[in-house]
């Protein structure tokens, strides 16, 4: 027994490695036949002992679970974009930002490609793969273990010489020659082709059959080991190790110390992309050191660490055919030009945003036009000029509407605004509905069970006309309705229960005034406690908020001056919504009201984000870079030089971490 137990440990060892040559090093030394015979004896041994089968041997490849729905996880550490530039200036700008918060002068950076597919965050413990997250909005995501554990450059287990427990990112990719042949077998079965390689491989993620995703040429380039605080110093280094671990990391990263070396990287590779095997978007430039990225933190959205050098857009040209307005849940109207299909980019083109009247007459875009279309950062297209040598004789120009294509009404402008808007608020259907779907959009109340295609089904059947609606329906409402069976009936309804106790802050975000998105909601919630409180304010207290100015008050104003809106915020209450902060003591004490800090270096008894909390529970704020305004600067060890002068010539005390517990306690 013994023996048969270590001969399938070794098979199992030996058929790692050759995938690892394989699929990492993409240097194989065995045929594909010789591979395959060994994978054979493997999953025979296996079957007849399967009391000795690991479950991570290569034998489990080949997939076959099938999930019927991801489960949605949160990220341990938050997944952020990337702050984007175009030109060597921005680069430079964002060079001199990060020297100025740091207070040093020569930093390193590191270069690597923008791979362009899908990211995804693996997770390890114990040296085991546990689980492999898509981004999804950045804090939570969807459990895709299942389909990522057939992608074979991804290891199941790492050498015990690394990390026990650690996560790495990476993306998802479908190389180009994978790509190629994919399309020629669905060619040869009669299936239309993918479009670009980057949809294809993000769409694979989330197959419900693994054995599908198995069979995709789908390969995993890492660019990031997430790890506890000090286990690496450079980034440059955390990659050398991790590749050495079993990962496939691209051999392109390269470190620089200068503008000059960064833009002489990004030259080389805007023309040398071509040969990667596969698709790129541009470069990304990140600070080496992993003591100067803490310590630079992140932005709402992406690190200040990090920035992506875009590469030039495609341009193409082609024909004008419509445009159509779009009406939104403020009213806002957004003109959307319909062109003759055109690949751009690796995609079909057939939309573009026009963004609003002033951007039409600026182009002096007439019928049938042919137009240049670029594709930037958005997923929409932009069209950025006309060429007139082909402008159609007589062709008439295209003039803004006048009135709603929803429900007729006169449009209006109001005076320094570039959107034209229909004022019909409570009787314009994709108003009405557009509302509804944002009160139970995910960020507002999280309602489950309704998506946006059930308020338009439930208005549309006369259900509802505002979100109060939404919680006087019965089963009997919902069940004559088509596409609602008895088991979503009855979810709608319990997570319209289960919304009841969402907090203050995402109901007021809910309700959709204009302006207050989610940041000045949770301001106004914590500033006023209750919506009483925000009702009576006036304008002068409502614009002494934090980061509320006149556009936000006004509109604050003018929303609870609307009886409509009373009466809903009434039967809400009735309902039992939360229209007032529950309070959860989250501040400790206010003893540092008032005062501004600046954290740097590395503490003993708080990590760097332990000691930011702290100041925030008792009240203090912090600040990333020392001015006039900053009260402390906590200087924990290996604090920049710069730093330290700076300090002492804006005369800011610098104190110890120890000195600072004397303060809370
Ligand atoms: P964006 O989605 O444009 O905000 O860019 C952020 C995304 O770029 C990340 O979520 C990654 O999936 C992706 N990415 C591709 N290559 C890299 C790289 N070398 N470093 C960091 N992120 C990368
Ligand atoms: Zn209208």
């Known amino acids: 027994m013994q023996l048969i137990e270590e001969k399938i440990k070794n098979l199992c060892e030996e058929l790692k490695q050759h995938n690892y040559n394989y699929y990492v090093l993409d240097n194989p030394t065995i045929s594909d036949f010789e591979f395959d015979i060994k994978l054979k004896e493997l999953q025979q041994l296996e079957e007849q002992y399967p009391q000795f089968a690991d479950p991570n041997s290569p034998t489990q490849r080949v997939g076959g679970m099938v999930t019927d729905s991801f489960k949605t996880v949160v990220h341990k550490h938050r997944m952020y974009s990337l702050d984007n530039s175009y030109s060597e ?80 990112r990476g993306e998802i990719v479908i190389p180009f020659s994978g790509f190629k ?116 933190g992140y932005t709402a959205k992406a690190p200040r660490w990090a920035i992506a050098y875009k590469f ?74 006309v060429d007139i040598s082909k402008r159609k004789e007589n062709a008439k120009k295209i003039e803004f509407i006048t009135a709603c294509p929803a429900c007729g009404t006169t449009l209006i402008r109001k005076e320094g605004e570039a959107q034209h808007y229909c004022p019909n608020e409570y009787g314009c259907k994709p108003q009405i509905v557009g509302k509804i779907q944002h009160f139970i959009a995910r960020k507002a109340m999280n309602i489950e069970g309704i998506g946006a295609e059930t308020v338009e089904l439930f208005y549309d059947a006369n259900l509802i006309k505002n979100y109060a609606d939404l919680y006087d329906l019965t089963l009997e409402d919902l069940l004559p309705l088509e596409r609602i069976a008895l088991k979503s009936a009855q979810n709608i309804l319990e997570g319209l229960e289960a919304s009841k106790k969402i907090p203050f802050e995402r109901v007021l975000f809910a309700l959709g005034i204009r302006f207050v998105g989610e940041t000045v909601a949770k301001k106004l919630a914590k500033r006023f406690k209750n919506i009483s409180a925000i009702q009576k304010a006036d304008f002068e207290t409502l614009i002494a908020v934090d980061e509320i100015g006149e556009r936000i008050a006004k509109s604050v104003i003018d929303f609870f001056n609307e009886p409509y809106n009373i009466e809903i ?49 008792h009240g203090g704020k912090n600040v990333s870079s020392l001015s006039k305004k900053t009260n402390y600067l906590i200087a924990g060890d290996k604090m920049g030089p710069a730093k330290k002068i700076r300090a002492e010539k804006l005369q800011i005390p610098i104190i110890t971490e120890d000195d600072y517990l004397k303060m809370i306690n």
């Open 312 to 385: 030039k857009a495609e341009q193409v040209s082609t024909e004008l055919k419509s445009v159509d307005y779009q009406i939104g849940r403020t009213g806002a109207v957004t003109p959307v030009a319909n062109l003759k299909p055109v690949a751009l980019g690796g995609t079909i083109v057939k939309r573009a945003s026009l963004h609003n009247a002033d951007q039409i007459n600026k182009l002096d875009l007439h019928e049938k036009d042919t137009v240049f279309v670029e594709k930037g950062g958005e997923i929409i297209p932009k069209i950025i000029g």
């Open 181 to 296: 042949k994919m399309n020629e077998e669905r060619i040869k079965n009669g299936e239309d082709p993918y479009m670009n390689p980057r949809n294809t491989a993000s769409g694979s993620l989330k197959l419900k059959d693994s054995a599908e995703v198995a069979k995709r040429p789908l390969d995993c380039l890492i660019y990031q080991v997430v790890t506890e605080e000090n286990t690496f110093q450079t980034h440059f280094q955390s990659l050398q190790k991790v590749r050495k671990a079993g990962f496939k990391v691209p051999n392109e990263i390269e470190v620089c110390n200068s503008v000059n070396e960064i833009m002489e990287y990004i030259h080389k590779w805007d023309k040398k992309r071509f040969e990667l095997p596969y698709e790129t978007d541009g470069i990304v430039i990140k600070v080496n050191n992993i003591h100067y990225q803490n310590e630079l």
């Open 569 to 617: 915020i009434n039967r809400l209450k009735n309902h039992g919504l939360q229209f007032e902060v529950v309070e959860i003591n989250t501040s400790i004490s206010n003893k540092l009201e008032g005062l501004n800090f600046v954290v740097s270096g590395v503490f003993e008894k708080f990590s760097r984000n332990e000691l930011k909390k702290s100041i925030e529970d």
């Open 89 to 168: 200036d921005d680069i430079k700008d964002w060079i001199t930002r990060v020297k100025k918060i740091l207070g040093v002068d020569t930093i390193d950076y590191t270069c690597e490609l923008k791979y362009d597919g899908a990211s995804i965050n693996l997770v390890y413990e114990n040296y085991k793969l546990i689980r492999a997250e898509t981004r999804g909005d950045g804090i939570q995501g969807d459990d895709v273990t299942n389909n990522i554990r057939t992608i074979k450059s991804i290891p199941l287990t790492v050498k015990k010489d690394f990390l026990n427990t650690f996560e790495v």
